[in-house]
Nanobody, 120 residues
């Protein structure tokens, strides 16, 4: 059974920084795309950033220049460095990985979420 566990969420003042981590465990054969999504109260979940196996990245316009996604495929871990945080970044952040579990087709797995709160 594959599990994704996020960490790093916290309460921070506007202008501050946080680093989120998400580690995958289980019988994993290959990890394809990794990404971070977020969901604020009363809003739909949205993509924040993604990174493919080749290291190509994609960001939501609202976080470009402030957030950086990276991955350590050997450790099955994806990171999100968040700088210059704004109150609008307050949300539950979820990691998502598209991966191949042993003897199964590739599919998406989600973490349980970690709360990021930015105070003004």
């Amino acid at each position: 059974q594959v599990h994704l566990v996020e960490s790093g969420g916290n309460l921070v003042q506007a202008g501050g920084s946080l680093r989120l981590s998400c580690a995958a465990s289980g019988a994993i054969f290959r990890i394809n795309e990794m990404g971070w999504h977020r969901q604020a109260p009363g809003k739909q979940r949205e993509l924040v950033a993604s990174i493919n196996r080749g290291g190509s990245t994609d960001y939501a316009d609202s976080v470009k220049g402030r957030f950086t996604i990276s991955r350590d495929s050997g450790k099955g871990t994806v990171y999100l460095q968040m700088n210059s945080l704004e109150p609008e970044d307050t949300a539950v952040y979820y990691c998502k990985m598209n991966l191949v579990e042993s003897f199964s087709p590739a599919r998406d797995y989600w973490g349980q979420g970690t709360q990021v709160t930015v105070s003004s």
